[in-house]
């Protein structure tokens, strides 16, 4: 029987394309919107093939929402291995195979598939539950509140990101894996090799246009470095176990095994780096979409119970984490597209939370959206493993900022990071006016 996806093949216009794979286009916000919003009406499931014959494989983009759901929550049939499941150049692919054997610079959770990927996630899973972390919540909140307290020090006008959105998620995550404040600064600037390669000022490298060579050299010592920082850290673990996730990690027994050494250097890696510059994004959003607002911040204040749909919908409204790729196990159609076995795909997190098939007036920061069922964090098996601890400490910091600070406006244009993988702001100039008492 005739099917739609025996159809002709949607192939992506190349200024389309262009745009899709260019970390300068998710810099800017609106444009890239409307990209993915034209794309999502004339080609949803679409080929994006390189004008520049060999810099990366074709692959399919998905950029509706329900496709975008559908493949997250089919783990038999979109599988994250064996290709990168971050969007990468061939150069990449063939330097981290040459260095490593695999075909990513790092094998992480988000690497594997079935069987073993439920054996991984399960070592740590308990860690990031809402029963654990309740354990935490008074070292969290504290910690929220020295912060709020260093940025009205510094105020009245700062940067967010600089004083808050930044520190803040990257102390909580380290505290939690167990690596002293006097490391964070390395940490940060790892992370920010890592994701934030090809932004000029996150990268540390000061340069616009990067090669996909020198992004791969930059991308590479920061991975080296990061194995060895870790190295050291489980070697300590395992002499001395504490109650962190280092120690969990580091003693850590899969089918009577203890990890091998680079899957544990990965386990490090995306607890690490997945901890923090997701949730600075998204805190440094629903910062934005606050002061563009004074009238909602002084509700908020009056009525704390709108503070956990102002988080989700931060959540939705930043989407972070901009896409995963996925690889077809075997022949499937999606959006009347038939995917070929071993084709390679772009779930896109930013097009499926700006879909309006799911979302009325996606481009509205609506803190009573209801329901409000984000893709943000994925679906499935692989969906974020911190996402409990993103929104707890979401909640917590804006707590302690509705309590000490009154008023708050913008002061400058925000600028968002130069990156396709994961984005959001980079500054965020406000003006804020302390309160004298607790509200
Ligand atoms: C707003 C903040 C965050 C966002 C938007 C976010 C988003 C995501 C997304 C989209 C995935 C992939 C889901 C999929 O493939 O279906 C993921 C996976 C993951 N995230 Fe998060 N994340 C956030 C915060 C965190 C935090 C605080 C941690 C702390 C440990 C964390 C750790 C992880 C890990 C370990 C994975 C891999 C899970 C697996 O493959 O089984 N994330 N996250």
Redesign the pocket.
Known sequence: MATEADGPVAVLPTPLAKAVIDPHSYAEWDGLLDTFDHIRKTTPVAKVISEESGLFEPFWLISRYEDVMRI?KDNATFL?NPRP?VFSFNQAIEFSRAATGSNMLVD???V?DAPI?PK??KL?QDW?MPRNLARIEDEIRALARRTVDAMIAAGPELDFVEMVAGPY?LR??MQ?LGVPPADEPRMQMLTQQLFGGQDADLSGSGMDQMSPEQVVQLVAGAVKSFEDYFAALAQDRRANPTDD?ASVIANALVDGEPLPPRDMAG?YI??AT???D??S???AGAMQALAQDPDQWARVRNDRSLLPGIVEEA?RW????QH?MRTAAHDVEVGGQLIREGDWMM?N?VSANHDPAQFEDPRRFDAARSPNRH?????????????H???L??RLLFEALLDRVERVELAGEPKRATSTFVGGLKTLPIRISASTSAA
Do not use: D, K
């Open positions: 997250s994250n499941v992480s959770l988000v594997f990927h991984y996630r740590t990031f998620p909580v995550v939690i996730v386990y995306i607890v997945a901890g923090h997701t949730t994004a998204s805190t959540i930043t989407s972070p984490v995963f779930i997190y893709l943000a964090f994925g679906a499935g098996g692989h969906q974020c493993l911190g996402l601890l993103a929104r400490e979401m």
